[in-house]
């Protein structure tokens, strides 16, 4: 069984940053493309940005590009997602999870098979 877990969520400023962390286990983790998504109270997860599994190719959605940067280091099976900048509506839990073998970047949650507990990111104004 996969497990994905993320870390490095907590509470920060507005303008702040912080890095989130996403561990996967398994032997192929190299094989497979790796995402980010939201969810903020009373709303729907959203994607926010996904990595290919070689990490040459990376998408951002609209309200973080620029502000967010999201990079992988496959030797330590994990995905990094270091956010600038950031603004309260930031605030929401964070999601890493594993894609669906095989299938092209994905940037909807169908995409992916393997989620995590989550991390919670507050920012205060």
């Known amino acids: 069984q996969v497990q994905v877990v993320e870390s490095g969520g907590g509470l920060v400023q507005a303008g702040g940053s912080l890095r989130l962390s996403c561990a996967a286990s398994?032997?192929?983790?190299?094989?497979?493309?790796m995402g980010w998504f939201r969810q903020a109270p009373g709303k729907e997860r959203e994607f926010v940005s996904a990595?290919?599994?070689?990490?040459?190719?990376?998408r951002y959605a609209d309200s973080v590009k620029g502000r967010f940067t999201i990079s992988r280091d496959n030797a330590k099976n994990t995905v990094y997602l270091q956010m600038d900048r950031l603004k309260p509506e930031t605030t929401a839990v964070y999601y890493c999870?594993?894609?669906?073998?095989?299938?092209?970047?994905?940037?909807?949650?169908?995409?992916?098979?393997?989620w995590g507990q989550g991390t919670q990111v507050t920012v205060s104004s």
């Open positions: 999870a594993r894609a669906k073998y095989g299938v092209a970047l994905p940037t909807i949650d169908s995409g992916y098979e393997y």
């Open positions: 398994g032997r192929t983790f190299s094989s497979y493309h």
């Open positions: 990595i290919s599994w070689s990490g040459d190719i990376t």
